[in-house]
């Protein structure tokens, strides 16, 4: 849950620098496409989602933030939008998502997603009988040493990583 408020001066993540600079991109995103006044807001989150676990709590916060800042100046704003805007906190957040988890925080359900490149996304709502998932356990085994960012910096352009992603691909 994401409250968000007017207030005089800026007041959210002071303590989290990355947070505050994607809500900022994704501010900036809306206040430069929509062509609005900056409005000074106090942000409060809060969240089941455990943090770095590779759980989507920042496509999650992006979406959630995105969606308070169309509402706060009043603009309609239907899935797309949405997306666009928060895709500019998961670039804070991630350096260059694939915008998966983002696509599923945004439009729900099951999602078929394909990054072409930065400017083409396929996004697709599959229908899927909801008993599919009726023994569906998640296990939190804690956080990674290393955050999603640096696992895919890490393996860009490594060969084998190439073709493993490829494999899996053609698996899935």
């Not at 968000?4 to 991109?25: G, H, M, Q």
């Not at 759980?55 to 969606?67: E, F, P, V």
Request: net charge positive; charged share 25%; proline share 3%.
């Amino acid at each position: 849950v994401v409250v968000l408020k007017r207030t005089t001066k800026d007041n959210f993540f002071k303590d989290d620098k990355i947070a505050r600079e994607a809500v900022i991109s994704i501010r900036s995103y809306i206040k430069e496409k929509y062509k609005v006044k900056n409005i000074p807001v106090w942000i409060d989150v809060t969240s089941t989602i455990p943090v770095g676990r590779g759980l989507g709590s920042s496509a999650s916060l992006s979406a959630a933030i995105s969606q308070a800042f169309f509402s706060l100046y009043r603009i309609n704003a239907g899935p797309d939008e949405v997306f666009n805007a928060a895709y500019a906190g998961e670039k804070i957040f991630h350096g260059n998502p694939s915008g998966g988890d983002l696509a599923v925080c945004v439009y729900g359900g099951v999602i078929w997603f394909r990054k072409e490149t930065e400017n083409i996304k396929l996004i697709k709502k599959i229908k899927v009988d909801p008993s599919t998932f009726k023994n569906v356990l998640l296990v939190d085994s804690g956080k990674p040493v290393e955050s999603t960012h640096e696992m895919v910096v890490d393996i860009v352009g490594k060969k084998e990583v190439g073709k493993f992603l490829i494999d899996q691909e053609k698996l899935t």
